[in-house]
């Protein structure tokens, strides 16, 4: 019985730190201007999109990361409510994915790609690129974060996964 139970603690605890590291990622992807609210982001934290392959629990803490981020950035209540469905659709299709490395970041791409121009284009007042210019600035983005540097994470963190997730297949 102990043993479910600290189990259960460390999913929670292990969601948390990946939703705080979300969350500080994304400020310093602001600090830097690269997440701002426009057209043109580059957040450092997609990249954690990734680590649903190693761990649940990272689905919602990618998630709550996410929706926290969004909500203490001011992002508009159309981009808190889809961004985050955003990136709890590609949290799941890449926990769903986790055996086949190189597809393991399409879903969060995908899913960004798809949803996010939309919510730029009529969440924000003053945004007057095409939605085809959002699509191919949003997807540049995410291919950056999620397929570039989520990838160089992934492959940092393989030679760890049994130290950092012990609990996990």
């Known amino acids: 019985m102990r043993k479910k139970q600290t189990r259960g603690v460390g999913y929670l605890t292990r969601a948390a730190m990946i939703a705080a590291l979300y969350v500080v990622l994304t400020w310093l992807s602001a600090l830097f201007g690269l997440s701002g609210m426009g057209a043109v982001q580059l957040r450092l934290s997609e990249m954690l999109c990734i680590l649903p392959c190693f761990t649940a629990s ?3 803490g990618v998630t709550l990361g996410c929706l926290l981020a969004n909500l203490l950035t ?3 209540l159309p981009d808190v409510i889809f961004g985050t469905l955003a990136t709890l659709l590609g949290a799941a299709g890449t926990r769903l994915l986790r055996r086949f490395w190189l597809l393991a970041s399409v879903p969060p791409i995908l899913s960004n790609t798809l949803i996010i121009p939309f919510v730029i284009r ?3 007042v003053g945004v007057e690129e095409s939605l ?5 600035s949003v997807g540049a983005g995410e291919l950056l974060s999620v397929g570039v540097l989520g990838t160089l994470l ?3 963190l393989e030679r760890y996964r049994h130290v950092l997730f012990p609990d996990e297949l």
């Open 122 to 124: 009529y969440a924000y």
């Open 58 to 60: 990272a689905v919602p």
């Open 74 to 76: 001011g992002a508009a």
């Open 132 to 136: 085809g210019f959002l699509f191919v």
């Open 154 to 156: 992934l492959v940092c």
